[in-house]
């Protein structure tokens, strides 16, 4: 039997309650299953988690430099241009010399992390391809606009008044504009081959990046250990008298959005409540907390902290809706989550929900940033006694997915 063929992934350190982490993890596993895989993760800083009990991962430390930039909440610097890291920034941990790796994959679509891949790229002489999970770049200038508001609404709410205020509000313009240059341009077509998660991703990136890249369409499902504690955990569901924030605690996934619209839903409803899932750090909970209270949702928001994944299904499942004011998405666990877990969705229209969701029963959307829209259908779900919730018909199990994308990194390192 012949050699298996050696290949290099890059990925972010593992962390399981993000969805682009999971659906990573997946990657690697089904490469594995054809490839013998070295494992790069770029560590930005001490708590990041890792995939380290594996003997095939190298760890790629950023240079102090770097890691200092992060320590003061500045990472973003480093990320502003395709070679925020260089090779005298990054300590590689092994001799690449070594090794005859016949391809070198990111698993995200995050500079930095696609820097490291061309860099491995050019030390191993290999064939380089990159997973993209999100757009890199988005083209329309309305959908940048919300973006941007999201970031300004969440730092006025969470940083009113201080330095880190003025300080997000500029890094997040000058961060749109530095992704839409052509140096990024430039670093994407270098790739030999570009997959997307989602048909929506190369759309929103523009009409060269539609004909670039391959589109999975989609490339995120469930496999059949999710299929099952999704049956399980649906068969015992009860609705209970609360609302399920459905993104993580971010600005980029509308979570002060989604505060609004639950402010707009307690006026009418006095005992529900909103239930919010995820890491938070004990700083940025503090003035989440702080900032609930100044508008008057104090007992009303619960944070219940990074939960196991089927504790999230319960939550979901149990919950007489989900608000997911997200800005920026492939095809949304969470959405695809909620819908098998009998929970109906209200969420705004952009393009990764349109293109893989709309028409589906118990999703409804409403234009990007109408708050009052999301609020008011919000209410309509609640105020009604029969609503269908039916899982999407635009869905491949992940065998299919895995085998689809594995044939792909097949025919890049035969190439």
Sequence with gaps: MADRATIAVVTEPFKPFFGGAIRASRSIEAYRKSFDVLVYEL?????????????????????????????????????????????????????????????????????????????????????????????????????????????????????????????????TRVKLSVLSSRSVARLLRSYDLLISVSRSIGYEMGPEWESRIHALDPGVGLDEEDLGLIKTVKERAVKEDFIVFGGRIDALKGFIEGLEVFKAIARAYRDIKLVATGRVNPSLRERIVRYAKRIGLEDRLVLPGAVPRIERFRYVANARLVIYPSHMDSYSYAVLEALHLGTPVVAYDIPALRFNYEGAEGLVLVREGDVEGLAAEALNILGSKDITVSPPRKVKKWDEIAREEVSLIERLVES
């Design 43 to 171: 560590i930005r800083t001490k708590s990041d988690p890792t995939y380290s009990r594996d003997r095939n991962v190298v760890k790629v430390y950023s240079g102090p430099v770097l890691r200092a930039l992060y320590k003061l909440r500045l990472g973003f610097l480093p990320g502003l241009t395709p070679n925020g890291i260089s090779k005298r920034m990054v300590r590689i941990g092994r001799d690449v010399s070594k090794t005859d790796v016949r391809a070198v994959v990111s698993l995200h679509e995050d500079l930095e992390l696609l820097r490291l891949c061309s860099i491995l790229r050019e030390e191993y002489e290999a064939r380089s391809a990159a997973l993209l999970q999100l757009p890199v770049f988005i083209r329309d200038r309305r959908r940048q606009g919300e973006i941007i508001r999201a970031y300004d609404k969440w730092y006025s709410a969470l940083y009113p008044g201080l330095v880190k205020e003025l300080a997000g509000k500029v890094r």
